[in-house]
């Protein structure tokens, strides 16, 4: 078995596609509510504000980023009592090595690459990336993805709080809902300096969060919020220029709070990367 396999899309993408996807989740009420009535940068406030309480979310994402170039991906996300997330992603650009299908339950990491991952990996479709056995421990450090998976996706839309210019640009229907759409100008400079007024666990969390666009080089993001009827974000869009390209990102909230399932994959269509390690290191 090939030891240096390169799966289709990657980590990377993964960790880039879990960070976009950070962001609050939306009720689904069917009519703009009191942010209406709010002054903009208020109504941000009250929104991010009200993305502190989710257990689990599904959302959909489609854009650009950095090197990857377009992507499209839909996801469920459980937060609380343990983690566990599944995507499927598609990057459209990549050709036959462009989709991919991640799954993170029970502190491992699984990512699937259908036939043409099968064709480097013995006939196997699907990578297991075991964080305990790989020494990840609770923080899941080791994978980007992993790493980015296990914070609350709250964060980002705490962002668009420190922005300046926040305005309201008007009243617009998403996935059916009615809501109220802002935007404004963050630049990341700013938003460091403002670490020190939050308290530990959101200061590290905004800090991780933070660290993600600093390292694809991105100085300052343009924000899009579409707030709904309960005040909580029902569609999010972030754009920037990164080092390696540009950075254009729209995630739709389809529902928060419902029972989330992820199942490991079959074991005899799984390759585990711990294993294969042992087993190179035995014959080297």
Request: aromatic content about 4%; hydrophobic content about 40%; some cysteine.
């Amino acid at each position: 078995m090939n030891t240096s396999v390169r799966v289709p899309v990657g980590a990377g993408l993964a960790a880039l596609v879990l960070a976009a996807g950070a962001v609050g989740c939306a009720k689904g009420d069917d009519e703009a509510g009191g942010s209406t009535d709010m002054a903009p940068a208020a109504a941000v406030a009250e929104a991010a504000k009200n993305t502190e309480e989710i257990d689990s979310l599904r959302y959909r994402m489609t854009g650009r980023v950095p090197e990857e170039g377009r992507i499209k991906a839909e996801a469920q996300m459980q937060l609380k009592p343990a983690l566990a997330m599944s995507m499927k992603m598609t990057a459209l650009d990549q050709g036959a090595d462009g989709s991919a299908e991640i799954r993170l339950v029970d502190k491992a990491m699984y990512i699937g690459g259908g036939p043409e991952a099968a064709k480097e990996m013995d006939g196997k479709s699907w990578l297991k990336f075991d964080l305990g056995a790989m020494g990840a421990g609770d923080d899941l450090n080791q994978l980007g993805g992993a790493a980015r998976a296990e914070q609350n996706p709250a964060t980002e839309s705490t962002f668009l709080t420190g922005a300046e210019d926040v305005e309201k640009v008007g009243t617009e229907t998403v996935e059916g809902v009615e809501t109220t759409h802002y935007k404004g100008t963050v630049a990341l400079a700013d938003l460091e300096k403002t670490l020190g007024d939050e308290d530990e666990a959101t200061r590290e969390k905004r800090r991780k969060s933070l660290e993600q666009y600093e390292k694809m080089g991105v100085d300052e993001l343009a924000m899009d919020m579409w707030v709904d009827g309960d005040d909580r974000p029902k569609q999010f869009r972030m754009q920037g220029e990164a080092d390696k390209g540009p950075l254009d990102m729209t995630i739709t909230f389809l529902g928060i709070n419902e029972p989330v399932k992820v199942a490991a994959p079959p074991a005899e269509d799984t390759a585990d990367l711990a294993e294969m390690m042992k087993e190179a290191a035995a014959e080297g």
